[in-house]
């Protein structure tokens, strides 16, 4: 039986677990279906219980997925769906989350996000997140693919400074924000999201990795994600539909690298010297 798995908590006091179910790509093929349903609800089964989706994926496809895989559990998953910019409006973000509320079959999103930044103003998007919090649609807001100079612009809007968490990319090829936004955040004490925390697939695949793993009995994969949860204000949300994957993944918490294996890390994927603008998928 795994330990429980190690919690981060948001600026709000709520803990969340650091390692969650992304959906990116389900919900786009309806012969996928079980397989995806059944991939969430092993890793619900496993704990992790935060499932990150967004009204975008598969055009709401996914949080049909989620709906299924949820049903009859809500209370034990904490979930995470995302608003797109072109609907970010004062109205249309109320629209887009009522919309999102049906599809999951659900009543309330523990946390909503802005997907990335668009033409909308963002105290515009934060005046229809805080008046979904007080109709108690959603729990908390966030935002993601969020620059240092974008949240220091939100820390200007009106009630800006209820940010809950930046999701962004984050991996070992994709790890600029080591330079500036992650200690900024962490100093902050705002989540960070690490999305596409395997590379999508690709870490998997890294001889390199796979030399370090197989030293300390563990897959590439797993070393990739015990690497960006080294940080206790990082939550990895990586998507499986293999159910041996979303095992390993699970697993992956267990892990601690150690300072040698962190510098070997380090030279096969050196960190940023300078500042790097934020990247995104
Ligand atoms: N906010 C944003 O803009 C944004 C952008 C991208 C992603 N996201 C979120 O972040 C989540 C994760 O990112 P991602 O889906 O782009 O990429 P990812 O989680 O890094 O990689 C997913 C791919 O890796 C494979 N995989 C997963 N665990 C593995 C393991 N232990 N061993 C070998 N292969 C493994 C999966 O295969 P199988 O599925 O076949 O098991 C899948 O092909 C998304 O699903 C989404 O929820 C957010």
Redesign the pocket.
């Known amino acids: 039986m795994p330990s429980e798995l190690p919690s981060v908590t948001l600026p709000s006091g709520t803990a969340v677990p650091s390692l969650g ?6 919900g786009e093929d309806r012969r996928r279906f079980a397989d995806e349903v059944a ?1 969430l609800k092993l890793g619900l089964d496993l704990g992790m219980t935060l499932v ?3 009204e975008m ?1 598969a055009s709401g496809g ?1 949080e049909e997925v989620v709906r299924e895989a949820i049903a009859g559990r809500r209370d034990e998953v904490f979930l ?1 769906s ?1 608003v797109l910019p072109s609907n970010a409006s004062r109205t249309g973000t109320v629209r887009a989350c009522e919309a999102s509320l049906k599809r999951l079959g659900t009543e309330h999103i523990d946390l909503y ?1 802005l ?2 930044r668009g033409s909308y103003r963002l105290a515009e998007t934060v005046e229809a997140f805080e008046a979904l919090r007080a109709e108690g649609k959603i729990g908390h807001w966030g935002v ?2 969020f620059d240092v100079p974008d949240m220091a612009e939100l820390a200007g809007v009106p009630r800006g400074g209820n940010v809950q968490a930046n ?3 984050y ?1 070992l090829d994709a790890r600029g924000i080591d330079f500036d936004l992650q200690p900024a955040l962490g100093k902050a004490a705002v989540p960070i ?13 890294h001889a390199g990795l796979a030399a370090i793993g197989k030293r300390i009995g563990a ?4 070393v ?2 015990a690497w960006t949860l080294r940080h206790p204000h990082v939550i ?7 159910p ?6 699970r697993a ?1 918490a267990d892990l601690t690298l150690s300072q040698d294996d962190l510098a070997e890390i380090d030279r096969l994927f050196p960190p940023p010297r300078r500042r790097v603008p934020l990247e ?2």
């Open positions: 179910l992304g959906t990116w790509h389900m991939a990150d989706t967004a994926y996914a995470v995302k996000l997907h990335w993601s693919n999701q962004v990319l991996n999201m690490a999305y596409s925390p395997v590379g999508q697939g690709d870490l998997a695949r897959t590439a994969a797993q990739a994600l990895a949300i990586p998507k499986a539909v293999r041996e994957h979303v095992r390993d993944n992956a995104m998928i």
